[in-house]
Nanobody
Framework: QVQLVESGGGLVQAGGSLRLSCVAS?????MGWFRQAPGKEREFVAA????????YYADSVKGRFTIARDNAKNTMYLQMNSLKPEDTAQYYC??????????????????WGKGTLVTVSS
């Protein structure tokens, strides 16, 4: 069983930046970020391959968010720049032991974190 713990959320003004972190208690393969805004379904944000060489972003965050990982620290990051009020959501870390970035996008995940709240004020 792998536990995922997110941190780095908070309140920021529109146009600002935040960096989220996700620490895994063990080794994982594909990792990603999802988010859920109030009253909406959980949606895919970004994913990264096991070695970190391949990444994929939702169109809504492409060019503003950057996903990265440090396998030596079992940690994944999400650098969020040019934040918009519509980015306000609970952000969840996800990890899969098998699969691809495509299957991660479909939500085929083995482990979820409990989430960290990001609030962007206008």
């Amino acid at each position: 069983q792998v536990q995922l713990v997110e941190s780095g959320g908070g309140l920021v003004q529109a146009g600002g930046s935040l960096r989220l972190s996700c620490v895994a208690s063990g080794r994982t393969y594909i990792m990603g970020w999802f988010r859920q805004a109030p009253g909406k379904e959980r949606e895919f944000v970004a994913a990264i391959s096991g070695g970190g060489g391949n990444t994929y972003y939702a169109d809504s965050v492409k060019g503003r968010f950057t996903i990265a990982r440090d396998n030596a620290k079992n940690t994944m990051y999400l650098q969020m720049n040019s934040l918009k009020p519509e980015d306000t959501a609970q952000y969840y870390c996800a990890a899969a032991l098998l699969g691809t970035i495509a299957t991660m996008r479909e939500g085929r995940v083995n482990y979820w974190g409990k989430g960290t709240l990001v609030t962007v004020s206008s």
